[in-house]
C-alpha cells in the first residue's frame, strides 16, 4: 500500500470510536427486538464472515446467511425478501443493491468501508485503465459500484484463480486492482500476464511469517491456514491457502486439531462452531513491541452493532443506493462473476 492510501486509511480510522460493549440481558433484548423487525419489515439479514459473532448468530437465527462476499451475493438475489440488511462494509451494500435494484438495501452504518476500496479510487484507477487500453480489467469485489462498472470483470478470491486462468488460456493480458498481494497469487498461480494496482488490505497485511513460524514451533502439529490478501511470505508457508469459505471447508476437512489461521478472526465463529473439538489460533500479526492497525480483525466489520441495526430497521436510515446507469454497467462484470460461478459448481 503507498503512502497516499495509508494516509487516507490512517485518517478513516481515527475517526472511528470504540464499539460499546453490551451486557448479555442487553444483547438478547436487542436481538428480540430486531427479529421482531425483520419479521415485520419482510427483511432478511446477510452478514459475512468477519462480523462480530453476535450478529452471525443474528443471522443465522433469523433465516438469512453468514457467508463470503460471493455467497452474500447470491444469497441476496435470490432471496424473496423485500428489503436486505447487509452487515459488512460498504461494497458489499453496494453489491447487493446493483443485483437487486427492485429491493431496499440497509446497513448498521454506511461509513463501515474497507482499505482496499478507499486504496482504489475511480479516477485514479479509470486513468491507469485508459494507459493499458489492450488489457482486460479484473477487479477484487472490494471495490466500490464505480470500479466495478469500469471492469470487464469482478471476482472474489474463491474464483479469482480459475478467473484468471479461463482469461489466460485466451491469451488476455490483465490489469488486477486493487490487492497486490491476492493479484500477485494469482499471478503466480496461472502465469498470467497481469499489471497489479498497488493496495493492500489492512488485516491481511500486518500478518507475520516470522511470527506464523515461531507459532508453529509451540505449536508443530499445528496447519497454517492463509487468505490469499496476506503476503507472499506468509503464504508460501501456508498448508491450505483460500478464500474465507475455503478455509473453513479446509478446517472441516483437515485430520489436524490446531490451525493458524491467517485471516480476520471473526471467521472463528464459523470455523468454532462446525469444529467444536478443534483449536484455532490467530495468526501474529505485528512483532515484539509493535503495533497494529487492525490486530486480526477489521476495525470496519466491528461496526456492525446490535443497536445500528436496531436503528436502521427503525427508521430506514443509511439505506444503500447506486445511481442506475452506473448500476448497470456494474451489473455486467458481476453477472459474469455469478455466471462464472455457478458454471464452476456443475
Given at each position: 500500500m503507498?503512502?497516499?492510501?495509508?494516509?487516507l486509511?490512517?485518517?478513516?480510522?481515527s475517526?472511528l470510536?470504540e464499539?460499546?460493549?453490551?451486557?448479555?440481558?442487553?444483547?438478547?433484548?436487542?436481538?428480540?427486538r430486531?427479529k421482531?423487525?425483520?419479521k415485520?419489515?419482510?427483511a432478511?439479514?446477510?452478514?459475512?464472515y468477519?462480523?462480530d459473532d453476535?450478529?452471525?448468530?443474528?443471522?443465522?437465527?433469523?433465516?438469512?446467511?453468514?457467508?463470503?462476499?460471493?455467497?452474500?451475493?447470491?444469497?441476496?438475489a435470490n432471496?424473496?425478501?423485500s428489503?436486505?440488511?447487509v452487515?459488512?462494509?460498504?461494497f458489499?451494500?453496494e453489491?447487493?443493491?446493483?443485483?437487486?435494484?427492485?429491493?431496499?438495501v440497509?446497513?448498521?452504518?454506511l461509513?463501515?468501508?474497507c482499505?482496499?476500496?478507499?486504496?482504489c479510487?475511480?479516477?485514479?484507477?479509470?486513468?491507469f485503465?485508459?494507459?493499458?487500453?489492450d488489457?482486460?480489467?479484473?477487479?477484487?469485489?472490494?471495490t466500490?459500484?464505480?470500479v466495478?462498472?469500469?471492469?470487464d470483470w469482478v471476482?472474489t478470491?474463491?474464483?479469482?484463480v480459475?478467473?484468471?486462468?479461463?482469461l489466460?488460456?485466451?491469451?488476455?493480458k490483465?490489469i488486477?486492482?486493487?490487492?497486490?498481494?491476492?493479484g500477485g497469487?494469482?499471478q503466480k498461480?496461472?502465469?498470467?500476464?497481469?499489471?497489479?494496482?498497488?493496495s493492500?488490505c489492512?488485516?491481511?497485511?500486518?500478518?507475520?511469517?516470522?511470527?506464523v513460524?515461531d507459532l508453529k514451533?509451540?505449536?508443530p502439529d499445528?496447519a497454517?491456514l492463509?487468505?490469499?490478501?496476506?503476503?507472499e511470505?506468509v503464504v508460501?508457508i501456508a498448508d491450505v491457502?483460500?478464500?474465507?469459505?475455503?478455509l473453513?471447508?479446509a478446517?472441516?476437512?483437515?485430520d489436524?486439531?490446531?490451525f493458524?489461521v491467517?485471516t480476520d478472526?471473526g471467521i472463528?465463529?464459523k470455523?468454532?462452531?462446525?469444529c467444536?473439538?478443534?483449536?484455532?489460533?490467530?495468526?501474529?500479526t505485528a512483532?515484539n513491541?509493535?503495533?497494529?492497525r487492525?490486530c486480526?480483525h477489521?476495525?470496519?466489520?466491528?461496526m456492525?452493532a446490535?443497536e445500528?441495526?436496531?436503528h436502521?430497521l427503525q427508521?430506514g436510515?443509511?439505506e444503500v443506493?447506486?445511481?442506475?446507469a452506473?448500476?448497470?454497467k456494474?451489473?455486467?462484470?458481476l453477472?459474469?462473476m455469478?455466471?462464472f460461478?455457478?458454471?464452476?459448481?456443475?
Amino acid at each position: 500500500m503507498n503512502t497516499a492510501d495509508k494516509d487516507l486509511v490512517r485518517e478513516h480510522l481515527s475517526h472511528l470510536g470504540e464499539p460499546e460493549t453490551l451486557d448479555a440481558e442487553k444483547q438478547a433484548e436487542l436481538k428480540e427486538r430486531i427479529k421482531a423487525e425483520l419479521k415485520a419489515q419482510d427483511a432478511v439479514l446477510v452478514a459475512h464472515y468477519y462480523c462480530d459473532d453476535i450478529i452471525q448468530e443474528l443471522a443465522e437465527e433469523t433465516g438469512g446467511c453468514v457467508a463470503d462476499s460471493l455467497e452474500m451475493a447470491r444469497f441476496g438475489a435470490n432471496h424473496p425478501a423485500s428489503t436486505l440488511v447487509v452487515a459488512g462494509v460498504k461494497f458489499m451494500g453496494e453489491t447487493a443493491k446493483i443485483l437487486s435494484q427492485e429491493k431496499r438495501v440497509l446497513m448498521p452504518t454506511l461509513e463501515a468501508t474497507c482499505s482496499l476500496d478507499l486504496g482504489c479510487p475511480v479516477d485514479e484507477f479509470s486513468a491507469f485503465c485508459d494507459q493499458h487500453p489492450d488489457r482486460t480489467v479484473v477487479v477484487y469485489a472490494n471495490t466500490s459500484a464505480a470500479v466495478k462498472a469500469r471492469a470487464d470483470w469482478v471476482v472474489t478470491s474463491s474464483i479469482a484463480v480459475e478467473v484468471v486462468e479461463h482469461l489466460h488460456s485466451k491469451g488476455e493480458k490483465l490489469i488486477w486492482a486493487p490487492d497486490k498481494h491476492l493479484g500477485g497469487y494469482v499471478q503466480k498461480k496461472t502465469g498470467a500476464d497481469v499489471l497489479l494496482w498497488d493496495s493492500a488490505c489492512i488485516v491481511h497485511e500486518e500478518f507475520k511469517a516470522k511470527g506464523v513460524l515461531d507459532l508453529k514451533k509451540v505449536y508443530p502439529d499445528a496447519a497454517v491456514l492463509v487468505h490469499p490478501e496476506s503476503p507472499e511470505s506468509v503464504v508460501d508457508i501456508a498448508d491450505v491457502v483460500g478464500s474465507t469459505s475455503q478455509l473453513i471447508k479446509a478446517a472441516q476437512e483437515m485430520d489436524n486439531e490446531t490451525f493458524i489461521v491467517a485471516t480476520d478472526r471473526g471467521i472463528f465463529y464459523k470455523m468454532q462452531q462446525l469444529c467444536p473439538d478443534k483449536r484455532f489460533l490467530e495468526a501474529p500479526t505485528a512483532g515484539n513491541g509493535a503495533t497494529c492497525r487492525s490486530c486480526a480483525h477489521c476495525p470496519w466489520m466491528a461496526m456492525n452493532a446490535l443497536e445500528s441495526m436496531l436503528h436502521v430497521l427503525q427508521t430506514g436510515d443509511q439505506e444503500v443506493f447506486v445511481d442506475q446507469a452506473l448500476g448497470e454497467k456494474a451489473m455486467l462484470p458481476l453477472t459474469r462473476m455469478l455466471d462464472f460461478g455457478a458454471q464452476m459448481k456443475k
